[in-house]
């Protein structure tokens, strides 16, 4: 028992606060994409696909990612991550993807990407124990789609906006080895022929390691709906899964 108290304070010794001044991060998210989209081409309506069902997105996905954080009380930090996806699947209705109609039991091959890039300020108050705040940004979102066949050949379209961000956050730390971590945000864009609105939740749990080190896992849900009336195109999708965590702060 002596042994493990000694650990213990030896541990505390080395182990920063909560409130660190710096904290970089690097994060591995294994998630698995769903929803739906259509794409259309010179104001005519493309067919609304399911990820699953249509295109045969069924694998999980790895993104990797990196976020960073400066400051105590008030804190400015960025994430951004970079997800690229693809399928090949027998469609079993016709689908019409701009200028191209897929026809029954045609084989076509799919892909999209998304790159997420967010820049924001938290306000960071509470003890050690449980702190938390306010969160306050911006975000800038690229979203690509392909579709193609040996019989069409292949179409392409992409959809890139920026909306403000607000949201919430909390940290608790309940041993000095121990922190846990949750947050939302969201936002929305209307402006011209877009639409979109994206909401992010996350929770993880963190062990620190000495001198500064931590490591963890979560889960992480985001939601990104776009509207643009031009092409026209339309998206309604979910990325969710597990995250696992390595960084430093000081």
Do not use: C
Request: proline share 4%.
């Amino acid at each position: 028992m002596k042994k493990l108290i000694a650990a213990l304070v030896i541990w505390t010794s080395l182990t920063l606060p909560a409130h660190a001044l710096m904290e970089i991060e690097g994060f591995f998210w294994i998630m698995k994409p769903g929803g739906e989209a259509s794409v259309g081409l010179d104001g005519l309506e493309g067919t609304k696909a399911d990820l699953k069902d249509d295109f045969g997105y069924d694998d999980t996905e790895n993104v990797p990612g990196i976020r960073a954080f400066l400051g105590k009380t008030h804190q400015v930090g960025f994430s951004a991550f970079k997800l690229d996806a693809s399928a090949e699947n027998t469609i079993n209705r016709t689908i019409r993807f701009q200028d191209k109609e897929f026809q029954i039991n045609e084989r076509v091959s799919t892909a999209f990407d998304l790159t997420a890039i967010q820049a924001f300020y938290r306000f960071n108050i509470g003890p050690d124990l449980f702190h938390g705040g306010l969160l306050l940004g911006g975000e800038y979102i690229n979203i690509g789609a392909e579709a193609s066949s040996p019989r069409l050949g292949r179409a392409t379209a992409d959809v890139d906006t920026g909306m403000f961000l607000v949201g919430a956050f909390a940290e608790t730390n309940p041993l000095p080895f121990l922190r846990a971590r949750g947050s939302i945000m969201g936002g929305t864009f209307d402006i011209g022929d877009i639409e979109a609105s994206y909401l992010d939740l996350e929770l993880a749990v963190l062990a620190k390691i000495p001198p500064g080190f931590h490591l963890g896992a979560g889960y992480r849900h985001i939601i990104v709906d776009a509207r643009d009336t031009n092409l026209p195109l339309e998206i309604d999708l979910s990325f969710s899964g597990p995250t696992l965590f390595v960084g430093f702060e000081w």
